[in-house]
């Protein structure tokens, strides 16, 4: 794991061992809450990295790039973070048709805004115990979507995911939505050791570009 920098926004980066492509299918992975600040320290020691997730096993076929937070959210360096993710997927080591997002609670929230802004980038969407603008969902018809939920989250109630994964597919996109029992806010654990949620991103190339039809608008009044 290496420490790097852009702009002014630490990140760390893996790169799989032992692989020979030259550009590697990647993830740019948003943490939650409590990784914030300006210690990378708390980055690297995030449950993302910790030994019982898949990203330390040794065949894990992806590199990954995961920014640190500096702020209070992600969303009040939105741009930079955008920013962030055009360098990834113009990285000569990253497979740009194989990019592909994960976010947990505030990341979740950041997963789920950032795919639905660049729907472009993405070549699959992992949001975990987050939520968002679910009238805005269309812009994610094209994008295969994988969310995660504790039934029994008290921080984030689970029907922010429900609501986002059911008004994606009904814009015709391809959502999925995992909820665990008896599992709280917590459920990101699961999701880090689950072998069978990164064999599925694999599945997914960005080969076509997304639009967004005039039809994503409608009703939109209402929203005033």
């Known amino acids: 794991m290496e420490n790097q920098q852009f702009e002014n926004l630490q990140y ?74 055009k360098m990834v997927s113009d ?27 660049m729907p472009d980038v993405f070549a699959a969407v992992v949001p975990i115990c987050g939520g968002g603008m679910k009238w805005n969902a269309a812009r994610l018809k094209d994008i295969p979507v994988w969310a995660f939920h504790g039934k029994d989250d008290q921080s984030v109630p689970p029907i922010q995911s429900i609501q986002m994964v059911d008004a994606v597919n009904a814009a015709g996109g391809n959502a999925t939505l995992t909820l665990l029992d008896n599992t709280a806010h917590n459920c990101w654990s699961y999701a880090y050791g689950l072998r069978e949620l990164f064999d599925w991103m694999l599945n997914y190339k960005k080969t076509t570009p997304c639009c967004v039809s005039d039809d994503s608008y409608k009703g939109s009044q209402q929203f005033g």
């Open 91 to 117: 990285h000569p080591e990253v497979d740009s048709e194989r990019v592909y997002l994960l976010g947990t609670s505030m990341g979740g929230y950041g997963a789920w805004q950032l795919a639905m802004t």
């Open 12 to 85: 760390v980066v893996t790169h799989p061992s032992g692989s020979i492509e030259k550009r590697h299918p990647t993830i740019i992975f948003l943490h939650g809450a409590g990784s914030r600040g300006n210690d990378i320290a708390l980055l690297r020691e995030n449950p993302f990295f910790a030994e019982n997730s898949q990203v330390n096993c040794g065949d894990f076929p992806f590199s990954v790039f995961a920014p640190l937070c500096y702020s209070n959210t992600w969303f009040d360096i939105f741009e930079q973070l955008q920013r962030f993710v």
